[in-house]
């Protein structure tokens, strides 16, 4: 029996590495695109300066200006493999009408393996967005991560519905299988890399807080 849950459980981690790669590779072809837009964008300004029609050149700004604001917001965080988690997940998240609130700042280069800092910040990103799915009234994600000295501060505060039980050290809710596996994925992996992390469940909200060594 334990060797078919270690089966089942390193399969579903093999299965969530993959989409986190994907969603990944997905920001990255997302970038490439506003890249090569925006010398189209650059080309079409000058051309219409050039000729000296700048009623025309201010118009075509604003029209820029409206589509930027209806497009999805790419994170800056200052490290780039966060930002691309973030913007997968937290792009994810207002597809399901989740208000999103963000404020982080990372450096670029951390102790911590960036693959380990972003499977421990999907696998709780992806709980939740799934928590926010079974709250009543406003759906919310509010994140914050800061340094506190070398260590990485990580907070986040979402809507969640009625307070979740504890079985073996996982939340119990009505769904069944591997769910719960993957707060336990993102304990392992600050656990491993000398951090804590705290995980709080009341009615109508989850928080969850983590501090990490990830300077040297």
């Known amino acids: 029996m334990r060797k078919r849950t270690y089966l089942k459980l ?30 189209s964008h650059l080309e079409l300004l000058r051309s219409y ?57 990372v450096p670029e280069k951390l102790t911590i393996p960036d693959a380990e800092l972003c499977a421990a910040a999907a696998n709780l990103l992806d709980n939740a967005i799934e928590a926010c799915g079974r709250a009543e009234g406003e759906k919310f994600i509010r994140l914050y991560m800061t340094m506190k000295g070398k260590m990485l501060y990580f907070s986040m505060l979402n809507s969640s519905g009625k307070k979740l039980e504890k079985t ?26 000398d951090g804590w992390i705290k995980l709080n469940s009341e009615d109508g909200a989850f928080t969850t807080e983590f501090l990490v060594p990830a300077l040297p």
Do not use: P
Not at 50 to 56: F, L, V, Y
Not at 173 to 191: Q, V
């Open 10 to 39: 390193a399969e579903w981690q093999a299965e969530l590495a993959q989409k986190h790669l994907d969603e990944v590779r997905a920001i990255h072809r997302e970038m490439r695109s506003y890249k090569h837009d925006f010398h």
């Open 168 to 193: 073996k050290g996982l939340f119990r809710t009505e769904k069944s299988g591997l769910h719960g596996f993957g707060l336990r994925r993102a304990r392992s992996i600050i656990e491993a890399n």
């Open 49 to 105: 300066l050039e000729a000296g029609d700048t009623n025309r050149a201010l118009s075509y700004v604003r029209q820029l200006d409206d589509m930027l604001r209806s497009i999805d917001t790419i994170y800056r965080t200052g490290n780039v493999s966060l930002d691309a988690i973030l913007s997968a997940k937290l792009g994810q998240a207002k597809e399901n009408g989740i208000s999103v609130s963000v404020k982080a700042a």
